[in-house]
């Protein structure tokens, strides 16, 4: 089966300009996470959707970060205005476990977009 | 979710068999262990599962202590494309506020030829 993709793989911009990242998940899976990965870090959640609905954006910035999955499919991720500290790498990933299921959850994550801020 | 604590790094020889450690002394009885692994410049992936008993796959085998405070992660036969980042994981099934996966800093295993 096909991964997920990501794009743009790599983008450089200034401090308090903005910038959209885009997921296509795999076919059929409902839920859709957004990670923040800073370098030397483990990747931490910014926010979990199902299907087009937010499950958990408690990380979220949202001063400066948004996030939407309109047709409970593609998803894009913006920042406006970016800071320094938001460079990182930006991993999707989806499951196809439902909110409250029970047994384990196995994300297949795609290769990230990398941000430069400077 | 329950915290885990793993070495931050640890060195292998190539095709010898090695063995990361993860230590959940606060497990619940409902919390799987999984095991994803980050090769240099791509997202994770999922390595292996397990709740209670010992599990083996194409790519590794788990090793779930009696009383689930620790497990191991076994690679049988190390090769340089082993080289990554392990995270040792916990979710509890029960959890009905999502089912996200928490990481923490991970074992970075480098592999000698």
């Known amino acids: 089966e096909a991964g997920v993709a990501q794009s743009p793989r790599y983008k450089i911009i200034e401090k308090r300009q903005s910038v959209a990242f885009w997921c296509n998940p795999i076919s059929g899976h409902a839920t859709l996470y957004w990670y923040q990965q800073i370098l030397g870090q483990g990747p931490k959640l910014l926010i979990q959707?199902?299907?087009?609905?937010?499950?958990?954006d408690s990380q979220l910035p949202k001063d400066r970060f948004s996030a939407e999955r309109l047709k409970g499919v593609d998803s894009t991720l913006k920042i406006q205005p970016a800071k320094l500290e938001d460079s990182a790498v930006y991993l999707c990933?989806?499951?196809?476990?439902?909110?409250?299921?029970?047994?384990?959850?196995?994300?297949?994550f795609g290769a990230g977009s990398r941000l430069t801020v400077l | 979710d329950a915290k885990t604590t793993q070495p931050n790094s640890m060195e292998s020889n190539e095709e010898e068999p090695v063995h990361l450690p993860c230590n959940h002394s606060?497990?619940?009885?409902?919390?799987?262990i999984h095991w994803y692994r980050q090769l240099p410049s791509q997202g994770p992936e999922y390595v292996i599962h397990g709740l209670t008993s010992n599990v083996n796959n194409r790519m590794a085998s788990l090793a779930i202590a009696e009383d689930r405070k620790s497990s191991t992660l076994i690679l049988h036969r190390a090769t340089l494309r082993d080289a990554a980042v392990y995270y040792c994981i916990l979710r509890d099934v029960n959890r009905h506020a999502g089912n996200m996966l928490t990481f923490g800093g991970g074992t970075r295993l480098m592999v000698k030829p």
């Open positions: 606060t497990i619940s009885g409902t919390d799987y």
């Open positions: 990933a989806s499951s196809s476990m439902a909110r409250g299921a029970t047994g384990a959850n196995v994300l297949t």
């Open positions: 959707f199902q299907n087009n609905g937010v499950v958990d």
